[in-house]
């Protein structure tokens, strides 16, 4: 039976062929101001 | 690096150096938790002793088990090695000494005198000034000078209160909007401010150039109006409440957050939340812990954290419910796009404050965000003579997620970036240090966010 259900994820190890554009929003710009979130950005090109 | 939680019925498990998240059953949880010291014959031993009872776990079913976790492993989706660490710095060196976003501190004064204000209610413990029109010319210049071939530019108008210099405001608006295709740029301006201003011209200026507005409101009457109040000692509550409904109607789904702080007074701050989503109609949401001294009566004790982490739950279950209502909220912290969200640069070299992100006082000093601004010694330069301080720079070049060995064993270093330097700086003296507190209530949100995304998925199917 299954057991494990892997859900869709963005390869990081992928990103590092084709990330690091920097053109993302900074993230302490978007809404909090005093914690960042990397974490809650979007990638512009993803 | 693998991480397992349960939460809300379901197990987690977070492969961190891969991105990979699976949801388990509990016999392939603790397959998962005895796989790399076990051999599979114990697994298989101890998964029947524990679960033997059970007509769906078999020894051929729990090796079928143990195969499908070995092939995630072999497809670099659990128990993924670290193979990020000397990339490190590799983003900030190679992004050189670009700038790409800045905060425009347009106002050093407030018509609020919050409790907590980290900034001194908008002084940052300097003299009261407004940024004249020359110098926030000036500092556009510097950002486009500086921005390399990035071509999104970011610009938050910040204080104290900014609608408080409001003309200028408009006209650095009009300025960067009338060389952007000559410089092959594209601004994204945010506005942060507390309401008192808000009128109908803001209220359309904003809805057509500001990308994001940030509305200060900390939720229900007696919580707000108990920091936010006037230099009469008058709550702000009744001023700013139909002010920021207004805005929020005419932005016709543009991007904006209420964005409130929580403190010693309500770290069951998911009322306020509530209150600001059922009883004022607001669905975007963002509500933080207040950033203090740990003798400010305002500072979140060891008791409230367990609170906090628990609202955190609280509030995770309450959007799921709501999401399935048809009435979904947004809550900043939950937002994540896990196919379309950051790379490994980004999630290794976080914001990127002292080096692509900085903020800009009425003076046009350099600090390397807008929590520095005030501390003499992280003066970065100024937007006429550029980045002087070539060391401070370096050593916020030097921040990213591998920087502190405390993070080398946590599952969420590449969610939180190594964390806020600012909080960090605040809590312990060095931006290198580690904000403990920070750390407990980041992992607890993020979990709290991937249970949702597993919640969907289940939905799902």
Redesign the interface.
Known sequence: ?E???????????E??K???C???????????????????????N? | MVHQYQLNGYNIVLDT?????????E??YDIIAMFQDHSPDEIVAAMLEKYGTRP?VTEQ?LRD?IA??EA?KNA??LF?PD??AD?AGT?KE??GD?V??L?LHVAHTCNLNCAYC?ASQGKYHGDRALMSFEVGKQALDFLVAHSGH???L?V?F?GGEPLMNWDVVKRLVEYARSIEQEKGKNF?F?L?TNGVLIDDEVIDFCNREMS?V?LSLDGRKEINDRTRVDYAGNGSYDRIVPKFQKLVKARGGKNY?M?GTFTHANPDFTKDLFHMADDLGFTEL?M??V?CAPDDPAALTPEDLEIVKEQYEILAKDMLRREKEGKPITF??Y?????????????IS????GT??MAVTPWGDLYP???FVGEENYKLGDIWNGVTNTALREEFRSCNAYARPECADCWAK????G??A??AFHATGSIRGVYEA?CEL?RKR?EC?IMM??AE??GE?
């Open positions: 039976m057991r494990i259900k892997t859900l869709e994820t963005r390869s990081l190890c990103s590092a084709n990330g690091g920097g053109e993302c929003q900074t993230s302490c710009q978007s809404a909090c101001k005093t914690s960042c979130g990397v974490a809650n950005q979007k990638c512009e993803a | 150096c891969s991105g990979g998240i699976h949801v388990v059953d016999v392939a769906d079913d088990c499908d976790v995630l670099g989706k993924t193979t990020f990339m983003f190679r992004s670009v790409k976003a905060c980290f990035r071509r999104n970011e938050d910040f994204r945010t942060t994001n940030v957050y964005r963002s933080e812990p950033v900043y912290h937002m994540l796009d896990l196919t379309g969200g950051p790379c490994v640069y980004k999630r976080g914001c990127g404050s692509e992100y965000c807008h929590q590449l969610y939180c970036s964390g806020c600012a909080n920070g980041f993020i966010a995304k597993a998925a289940a199917d």
